[in-house]
């Protein structure tokens, strides 16, 4: 069995090899251990359950595991936990932008929207005695405050609701993507339109551009698997014209609520929080009518 020197000394030098690597930080627990592992013994059994209840001394095989994800923990804290979801939306609740962490969803889910901030589990029983889990989507809602979630009239719950849906259908069916030509950049684009938004000191300027660089990506994803070729251009209303033959137009509104000049990113003109929210939500219904991504449609 290790001795806690020989495994912090074993551990802090693999960290140091895989800081070097392209690894995310929530990745490198496991792909440590994985290396650890192989070090301490090739050939062993290890049980890979994070117990709470193990020894801070014990190093054997079996609390290998758990004594890895103690020490990634202790080192980088918060910075190797991560939204195993498909990323985060936008819903303006009281007239302001929350940021929505996605949940990653399989199977069958009944999503509801009440002032219960509490995650406690429920189910929906069916008729014939299924038992569906119950979700909150304001569970989803980062730092929501029971001030607001108690304030939201029926009107505005359902409103929220529909929205929620489409953005969880939408961004699952983004991240679906990722071996299409030009969609994982497109995917970063998104993401840095919605974070650009919600920063400390927001970039609303920057967020427009990243939109409209994910809605031309998204186009130009969608020519080159119709064999359509399109020209080095960031002009929506062009690549949209050259779509119109697989049967997809994209309503002009759309476009204009997205299109902007390449000076935005200098700061030549002002993008206001409101348009920079409109670009992203219309981007991202861009996307869902381009690859049939959701069910719910955006209203503009």
Same mark, same amino acid.
């Given at each position: 069995?290790?001795?806690?020197?020989?495994?912090?000394?074993?551990? *802090?030098?693999? %960290?140091? !090899?895989?800081?070097?690597?392209?690894l995310?930080?929530?990745? +490198?627990? =496991?792909?440590?251990?994985?290396?650890?592992?192989?070090?301490?013994?090739p050939?062993? +059994?290890f049980?890979?359950v994070?117990?709470d209840?193990?020894?801070?001394?014990?190093? #054997?095989?079996?609390?290998?595991?758990?004594? !890895?994800?103690r @020490?990634?923990?202790?080192r980088?804290?918060d910075?190797?936990?991560?939204?195993?979801?498909?990323g985060?939306?936008i819903?303006?609740i009281?007239n302001e932008? @929350?940021?929505?962490?996605?949940?990653?969803?399989?199977?069958?889910?009944?999503?509801?929207? /009440?002032?219960?901030?509490?995650?406690?589990?429920?189910?929906?029983i069916?008729?014939?005695?299924s038992?569906?889990?119950?979700?909150n989507?304001? @569970?989803? !809602? &980062?730092?929501?405050?029971?001030?607001?979630?108690?304030?939201?009239?029926? *009107?505005?719950?359902e409103?929220?609701?529909?929205?929620?849906?489409?953005?969880?259908n939408? $961004?699952?069916?983004? +991240?679906?993507l #990722?071996k299409?030509?030009?969609m994982?950049?497109?995917?970063? %684009?998104y993401? $840095?339109a919605?974070?650009?938004i919600?920063? &400390?000191?927001?970039?609303?300027n /920057?967020?427009?551009w990243?939109?409209?660089?994910?809605?031309? &990506?998204?186009?130009?994803?969608k020519? *080159?698997l119709?064999?359509?070729?399109f020209?080095?251009?960031?002009? =929506?209303?062009? =690549?949209?014209?050259?779509?119109?033959p697989v049967g997809?137009n994209i309503?002009?509104?759309?476009?204009?609520?997205?299109?902007?000049?390449?000076? $935005?990113?200098?700061?030549?003109? *002002?993008?206001? &929080?409101n348009?920079a929210? =409109?670009?992203?939500?219309?981007?991202?219904?861009?996307f869902s009518?381009?690859?049939?991504?959701?069910?719910?449609e955006?209203e503009?």
């Amino acid at each position: 069995m290790l001795s806690r020197e020989n495994f912090l000394t074993l551990l *802090t030098e693999i %960290d140091r !090899v895989i800081s070097a690597s392209d690894l995310l930080f929530h990745q +490198r627990p =496991l792909h440590a251990f994985d290396r650890l592992a192989d070090k301490v013994d090739p050939k062993g +059994r290890f049980d890979m359950v994070i117990e709470d209840h193990t020894d801070e001394n014990d190093f #054997s095989n079996n609390a290998l595991f758990t004594q !890895v994800h103690r @020490w990634y923990e202790s080192r980088y804290g918060d910075r190797i936990k991560t939204n195993m979801g498909p990323g985060s939306y936008i819903l303006v609740i009281k007239n302001e932008p @929350w940021e929505v962490e996605l949940p990653l969803c399989y199977g069958q889910i009944n999503f509801t929207i /009440n002032d219960n901030l509490n995650k406690t589990e429920a189910y929906l029983i069916t008729g014939d005695g299924s038992k569906i889990p119950n979700i909150n989507i304001l @569970w989803h !809602v &980062k730092d929501i405050t029971q001030e607001i979630a108690s304030s939201l009239t029926d *009107t505005e719950r359902e409103g929220l609701l529909k929205e929620y849906m489409f953005g969880l259908n939408a $961004v699952q069916s983004l +991240r679906g993507l #990722s071996k299409v030509e030009f969609m994982t950049q497109a995917m970063n %684009d998104y993401d $840095v339109a919605v974070s650009n938004i919600f920063h &400390k000191y927001p970039d609303y300027n /920057n967020s427009k551009w990243a939109s409209l660089q994910f809605a031309e &990506k998204t186009m130009k994803a969608k020519l *080159t698997l119709e064999g359509i070729p399109f020209d080095k251009i960031h002009d =929506l209303s062009k =690549l949209a014209n050259k779509l119109k033959p697989v049967g997809l137009n994209i309503p002009p509104p759309i476009l204009s609520n997205i299109q902007c000049k390449a000076g $935005v990113r200098y700061g030549q003109e *002002t993008v206001k &929080k409101n348009e920079a929210i =409109l670009a992203l939500q219309s981007a991202l219904a861009l996307f869902s009518d381009v690859f049939e991504a959701s069910s719910f449609e955006y209203e503009s």
